[in-house]
């Protein structure tokens, strides 16, 4: 049983940044893959950034590469994302979410989930 517990969001203008933090509870952290994912009003939950176990493996999807790089630290069961030159249409809900033993782009392989922290961009 993992718990997330997603941190950071808020109101900002575009070209600011912002670091997520997901929190995670149980002693076997280092053992999931963890993702990012966000969803806008009106629109699926899309996959956003995942780091594998160890952070052997980092995945993005095309709109953040290069903007928000993915880390973690098994050391405080904590996973990061650093968001960088925010635009308008990052403007979502922000997910935390943890799947066993390797990463995927699809929220459907993800069996954790946070609450979500909410982001929004002005122009």
């Known amino acids: 049983q993992v718990q997330l517990v997603e941190s950071g969001g808020g109101l900002v203008q575009a070209g600011d940044s912002l670091r997520l933090s997901c929190a995670a509870s149980?002693?076997?952290?280092?053992?999931?893959?963890m993702g990012w994912f966000r969803q806008a009003p009106g629109k699926e939950r899309e996959f956003a950034a995942a780091?594998?176990?160890?952070?052997?493996?980092?995945y993005y999807a095309g709109s953040v590469k290069g903007r928000f790089p993915i880390s973690r630290d098994d050391a405080k069961n904590t996973v990061l994302l650093q968001m960088n030159s925010l635009k308008p249409e990052d403007t979502a809900v922000y997910y935390c979410?943890?799947?066993?033993?390797?990463?995927?782009?699809?929220?459907?392989?993800?069996?954790?989930w946070g609450q979500g922290t909410q982001v929004t961009v002005s122009s």
């Open positions: 979410a943890a799947r066993y033993y390797s990463g995927s782009y699809s929220p459907y392989d993800y069996k954790y």
């Open positions: 149980g002693r076997t952290f280092s053992s999931y893959a």
């Open positions: 780091i594998g176990r160890s952070g052997s493996m980092i």
